[in-house]
């Protein structure tokens, strides 16, 4: 029910804001083996290695190097080069894959010029390996600055190199669709992951999923190439039936999943002739990561009790 839900989902919310305990969390073992199957790794050849094996099964990737606790702007350099490093590579490899960044990953909470700038460089790698970088978005403080930025990125380097994302939560997201779609910038639509107050977001998640539809129908209806990410199969039904009432071609947009979640609708999609990406994330810091993955699935939660009591 949702009462028993709700209480969970935001205790681990806000312990995944705790980033003190996250040392002391990564050492139990349980906690380790349940986040390898969400985390593709702790290295960038580790999380190749899983991409190849997707890209096997007919999967496209999105690699995401974790990372939101940076603090200095020399870390957030660090975070660049990794970018760098990880653009080449799929170059090398050949394997059908971008990229995903977060602005907090290029120092957006201590340095907003920084950031841009950090962006910007890793924006103009990805064009010059003709790949694309998806700007991932954190919680509510920093949507208009996210969006923001994404504008100006697109409007240095072009449609196929820069994208957002929106989140259906939030009450802003459909007026948001309308506008980015006007300006030719690409989206992934979410439902969202952040603990968030009804002020801006929906409390209530059968609202949360009827502004997914209605912002769904405005990126299908805009003739540009957008994201779809979600495991929920009512959404993926609902996506199949509007494009095939405005007679989409498959490939049209692509869905888009997590790594480790329903391999099974990943598969199924694939084996029907969709386009659909798995986002590939990886690095040492994936403890936030984790905890919002755990916090959507209260069995997932449970199963982690039960090994953790099990010692
Ligand atoms: P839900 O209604 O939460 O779940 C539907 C079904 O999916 C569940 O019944 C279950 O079967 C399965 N499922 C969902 N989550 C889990 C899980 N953790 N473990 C096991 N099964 C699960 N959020 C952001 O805020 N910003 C982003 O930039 C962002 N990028 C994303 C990129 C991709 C490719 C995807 C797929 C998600 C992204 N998210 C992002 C997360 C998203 O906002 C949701 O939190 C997450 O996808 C769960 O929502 P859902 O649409 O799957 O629907």
Not at 273 to 287: A, E, K, L, S, T
């Amino acid at each position: 029910t949702t009462d028993a839900t709700h209480l969970p989902r935001s205790a681990l919310l806000f312990l995944a804001r705790r980033p003190g305990l996250e040392s002391a969390a990564m050492r139990l073992r349980p906690f380790r083996r349940l986040a390898s199957r969400f985390i593709a790794g702790e290295t960038l050849e580790e999380a190749v290695d899983a991409v190849k094996a997707l890209s096997a099964r007919g999967l496209m990737a999105s690699f995401d190097h974790l990372n939101e606790a940076v603090q200095t702007p020399e870390e957030t350099r660090e975070e660049v080069r990794q970018y760098q490093r990880l653009l080449a590579r799929i170059d090398v490899v050949g394997v059908r894959a971008n990229v995903s960044l977060k602005l907090t990953q290029c120092g957006l909470l201590f340095d907003e010029a920084l950031a841009l700038e950090n962006a910007r460089t890793v924006v103009a790698e990805a064009a010059a390996h003709d790949s694309f970088v998806r700007i991932d978005m954190e919680d509510s403080s920093v949507t208009q600055v996210t969006l923001d930025i994404v504008r100006q990125l697109r409007a240095e380097f072009g449609e196929p190199h820069v994208g957002a994302v929106l989140q259906s939560a939030l009450r802003r997201t459909e007026q948001d669709a309308k506008e980015l779609c006007a300006q030719r910038i690409r989206i992934r639509l979410c439902k969202g992951a952040y603990l968030e107050k009804p002020d801006v977001a929906f409390p209530d998640k059968r609202d949360v999923d009827a502004s997914f539809v209605r912002t769904m129908r405005v990126l299908l209806d805009s003739g540009m190439y957008h994201g779809i990410a979600t495991h929920d199969e009512r959404m993926i039904e609902a996506a199949l039936d509007h494009a095939a009432k405005r007679g989409l071609p498959r490939g049209a947009f692509e869905f888009q999943m997590l790594y480790g979640i329903r391999r099974d609708l990943q598969e199924r999609l694939v084996r029907e002739g969709h386009p659909v990406r798995i986002y590939v994330p990886y690095g040492r810091h994936w403890y936030p990561y984790f905890m919002r993955r755990l916090a959507e699935r209260p069995a997932n939660l449970a199963f982690l009790l039960r090994n953790l009591a099990r010692g």
